[in-house]
């Protein structure tokens, strides 16, 4: 009774963390990390090792209440037949404690071809009474000839050995979701956020109101704040996959990873509508907000050659941002633009300005460090295949992620249905996303001079 309760205790103890793994995950409203996954497989195969020694330990409980079960006694060799029913009867004797661990590491290997389960069946029973569990005298060859390279000849009974886990690539998570953006949640398919009508600041003003200076007993004249609204109007974002019954059964790990490569599948496609999204159906991406800044190609004197992002670019770029946002800003770009980031300095030119004759990097130029491992600016660089390739509008942003919103509905949720497929005995599962995005800027903000427009969002113009 001691061990029953040992094991049971070990069993709910493993539940009750596969339950945290998962509670956690959904309070971050997040799916699994691939730390998290690898830990609740090996929960997972834990618990199924303790399913094998639980149900002996019972059964040795109910051979002690109602008394020993009899079982006939074979005869004097492997080949010979079993004895009348006059054969002295034999008490199934205890489980050794040095095979416990072995029955339990082949727990859960009743899946798979008939042969599979006679194999695995009868190493259990060897083990179970005391004798090697991988003793191939019980496992009968089909045909005489037996071999282990064609099944049916007894090749069946070769169980493969599959690596624990899939395999997955390494893969970006949400980048959106990972930088700082501001994130809503909606409780209807509609949600408002309030936001200042501050476009204009050439009279120093903050949302229509201006201060003035005043002399003494002077009467100032009342204002009125402006205000606006940006609506978030969730959208849906679904993808549905299917697989048969028994592959979700017999294989393990099979079903968690395909719903965390469910979760990354809406993350990848929601990160690109946030930067190219037209609005309809779909989020408003910087790309198409009419508040994103567009600088040219041959800012700061820069040629603006194909192929190329430059120091003045960089510069060009981090000129129209607007104030208060740089200390947040981050920035964003494809992988190919990295060759050109990586070797980017000031050319010094001779006096006639025909031919360099020099060059430096300057201080604040893309080098390794920050959060992600490149930084430029002073701020962190993401390297992410969600915008646009080099030369084209958007292979370059610089964002101030605090004043994009991500209006969720509902965060992204995974389901599944026998029932959907039920003819085909398959199992239908879906993941969906049901959410929005918006740059909180209507438009640009136009600076005290008149002149110069900044904003939270800058993109370079395509080379």
């Known amino acids: 009774m001691d061990r029953v309760r040992e094991l049971e205790t070990q069993a709910e103890d493993k539940r009750a963390a596969m339950r945290g793994i998962l509670a956690e995950a959904s309070k971050g409203k997040r799916a699994l990390t ?107 060859p089909k045909a005489a000839s037996g071999s282990d390279s064609v099944g049916s000849e007894g090749g069946f009974s070769v169980r493969p050995d599959v690596a624990a886990g899939i395999f997955s690539r390494a893969a970006e998570s949400s980048v959106f979701f990972r930088i ?35 002399g003494e007993n002077t009467t100032a004249t009342a204002q009125v704040m402006k205000v606006r609204q940006v609506v978030l109007q969730a959208k849906k974002l679904l993808v549905v996959a299917a697989t048969s019954n028994e592959l979700g059964e017999d294989s393990d790990g099979y079903l968690i990873e395909l719903e965390a490569a469910l979760g990354r599948s809406i993350g990848k496609k929601f990160d690109r509508a946030c930067i190219s999204g ?59 633009v990295l060759p050109q980031a990586l070797t980017m300095k000031v050319e010094v030119r001779n006096v006639a300005g025909s031919e360099n004759v020099g060059g430096f990097q300057p201080l604040g130029a893309f080098t390794a460090g920050g959060p992600t491992g490149y930084q430029l600016m002073g701020r962190p660089v993401v390297i992410t295949s969600r915008c646009k390739s080099l030369t084209t509008t958007g292979d370059v942003i610089l964002l101030d992620p605090s004043q994009y919103c991500i209006g969720l509905r509902r965060q992204i949720t995974i389901d599944r249905s026998p029932h959907a497929l039920f003819t085909s005995d398959q199992l239908a599962i879906r993941g969906k996303l049901r959410g929005d995005g918006i740059s909180l800027w209507e438009t640009p903000r136009t600076l005290v001079e008149g002149a110069t427009t900044v904003g939270p969002a800058v993109i370079l113009a395509t080379r």
Do not use: C, Y
């Open 34 to 140: 691939q730390d998290e996954r690898d830990r609740a497989g090996q929960l997972t195969d834990e618990l199924r090792g303790l399913d094998a020694p639980l149900k002996l330990e019972h059964d040795a409980l109910e051979w002690d209440r109602g008394g020993a079960r009899a079982i006939d006694r074979p005869g004097a060799g492997m080949g010979a037949e079993w004895g009348d029913d006059e054969s002295p009867a034999l008490a199934l004797p205890p489980v050794p404690a040095r095979t416990k661990n072995t029955i339990s590491a082949m727990a859960g290997g009743m899946s798979g071809s008939t042969e599979d389960r006679r194999a695995h069946f009868a190493a259990v029973v060897r083990a179970a009474l005391g004798g090697n569990p991988f003793d191939s005298a019980l496992i009968i």
């Open 278 to 336: 037209t609005g309809a159906g779909q989020p408003l991406g910087l790309l198409s907000s009419p508040s994103t800044i567009s600088v040219a190609k041959t800012v700061n004197g820069d040629a603006g050659l194909v192929n190329t992002f430059t120091w003045n670019h960089a510069v060009g770029m981090w000129g129209r941002l607007a104030p208060g946002s740089h200390e947040s800003a981050w920035w964003l770009m494809h992988p190919t």
């Open 180 to 214: 700082g953006t501001r994130v809503e949640t909606m409780t209807s398919d509609t949600k408002r956020v309030i936001a200042l009508d501050d476009d204009d600041e050439s009279s120093d003003g903050e949302a229509g109101l201006a201060a003035a200076w005043t």
